[in-house]
């Protein structure tokens, strides 16, 4: 299409043109032809009748009528512009108004046939090898009480039909090269409207194979052309950020990776060269596997969020209670709740409350926000977990009293390897996926998840559930 398009439409056109030509020059030619043969003959015909019912034609065996006869056919052949002629029963031309008047017969048709007459008001030919070229011939017979006492014979040389005919096919050429040129409107406008922005959104399209994310299409038309150009444009600018994206991930992935091998590669070092003592080993050596386990809390996250991003996760949908859950998750940090002094409130409308998820991602949730917000709870403060049956949807929230998220960073929270700024990130255990995580699993569930935060006070995360429709709540 890149250097075809143009070419192929201009051909098209010319071959319209020509085809236009060809159909005027055979179809049209055929089609007049047949018409101005028709429209002739029929006003022949008309004319040889009337004629041959007249009282001249009646009377022409009076050799006195013959020269009055002469010059009525003369008149009549003059205005029709053809040759009219008064035959006897023999196949004798009397009268020839192509010829001067005599009272001897001009001429005797050779095989002349009446019979041959009928079936065709009209004939095409030499009419009986008289003419030396093609005429149009008509013949009325002239009857008195039922008995024919001779023709009248009137030609129509198809030379004039022909001149007739090229001077309004004329007019027909001279029109289509109007039309013709007249259409060129439509080229320019292929032009101007599609061809010109095409090539302006093909060298967009080779700028942004060889990288240049940053060009920016200048077709700004409300069409169909502009909006192919403002999707590029959209697109183009997408994949910039995503490039952006993926360098500020491999940054922070490796950031994260980091550290914690640098501690491991350290005290490893520090044990073999014998600078930590024996005695001191083991301390290092649970840090080392600690940060161990925390690189490998990284690498599933990583591939949780792969799974995702392929769309390769199911979801193993089962009806549970949704209370129940909880109760359990709550009970799991019970040993940390201690250790911080926090206290878990849970907050149920009802002692059960069936919903319809895949369990395991939901319990999966519940530890990453249980997780944060003791991570960010202040010691003797509480977390309140509760859940709300409304409009067919089951609403969790976990609520901790905690320092809360700035305003610039609320919308960002949900961004892997995201994390505020070092005063809120006192535990450096975390991978800065657990939200992200979490945001994947209620949007595969075709639920949302929201915050409400404020710095001092604390920060809520609510989010939604299918409610079960075989299971009821007690």
């Known amino acids: 299409m890149r250097r075809t398009l143009y070419l192929k439409f201009i051909i098209a056109y010319l071959f319209f043109g020509s085809l236009s030509f060809i159909s005027i020059s055979a179809v049209t030619s055929s089609l007049l032809e047949n018409h101005l043969i028709k429209k002739k003959t029929e006003s022949m015909y008309k004319e040889a009748t009337v004629i041959a019912a007249g009282r001249l034609a009646q009377s022409y065996s009076q050799d006195t009528s013959l020269s009055d006869i002469y010059t009525n056919l003369l008149s009549l052949a003059s205005y ?4 009219i002629w008064l035959m006897n029963t023999q196949g004798e031309v009397l009268l020839n108004t192509s010829l001067d008047y005599t009272t001897e017969p001009l001429t005797t048709l050779n095989g002349f046939d009446p019979s041959q007459l009928v079936g065709s008001y009209y004939q095409r030919g030499t009419f009986f090898d008289y003419f030396s070229s093609d005429f149009l011939s008509v013949v009325a017979p002239i009857t008195s009480n039922y008995n024919t006492k001779g023709y009248i014979a009137v030609h129509y040389d198809l030379i004039s039909l022909e001149a007739e005919k090229n ?3 004329n007019i027909s050429y001279i029109t289509l090269i109007i039309i013709f040129l007249l259409s060129l409107i439509i080229l320019l406008t292929f032009t101007t409207i599609v061809y010109f922005p095409l090539q302006k ?5 080779n ?3 060889a ?6 299409l200048p077709v700004e038309t409300n069409d169909e052309i502009g909006y192919l150009a403002a999707s590029m444009n959209y697109m183009a600018n997408e994949i910039n950020k995503s490039g952006e994206y993926q360098r500020k991930f491999i940054s922070n992935i490796s950031h994260d990776f980091r550290s914690p091998l640098t501690s491991i590669k350290g005290y490893v070092e520090a044990i073999l060269d014998g600078t930590i003592p024996v005695e001191m080993q083991d301390k290092y050596l649970n840090i080392v596997l600690s940060e161990t386990e925390r690189l490998n809390k990284l690498t599933q996250g990583l591939l949780t969020l792969n799974n995702y991003d392929d769309k390769g996760t199911l979801l193993e949908i089962t009806d549970f209670d949704i209370n129940a859950v909880i109760k359990n998750m709550a009970a799991s940090f019970e040993g940390l709740c201690q250790k911080k002094q926090i206290g878990i409130k849970l907050i149920f409308d009802s002692r059960a409350l069936y919903v319809k998820a895949d369990m395991s991602k939901i319990q999966q949730v519940l530890y990453n926000l249980i997780d944060n917000a003791i991570k960010f709870s202040r010691t003797n ?7 709300l049956e409304k409009h067919e949807k089951v609403f969790v929230s976990v609520k901790d009293t905690g320092e809360g998220i700035p305003k610039e960073s609320i919308k960002k929270i949900w961004e892997r390897f995201y994390k505020t700024d070092p005063s809120r990130g006192r535990d450096k255990k975390g991978t800065g996926l657990g939200l992200a995580i979490t945001k994947e699993i209620i949007q595969s569930h075709g ?7 404020t710095e001092g006070v604390g920060t809520e995360f609510t989010f939604s559930l299918q409610k079960s429709k075989t299971v009821m709540s007690d």
């Open 207 to 209: 700028e942004y194979a």
């Open 211 to 216: 990288g240049n994310l940053n060009y920016t």
């Open 80 to 83: 029709q512009d053809t040759e």
């Open 167 to 169: 001077s309004i096919l």
């Open 381 to 387: 403060s509480a977390i309140f977990i509760e859940t």
């Open 201 to 205: 959104i093909i060298y967009a399209a």
């Open 447 to 453: 639920e949302n998840i929201n915050v409400v935060s």
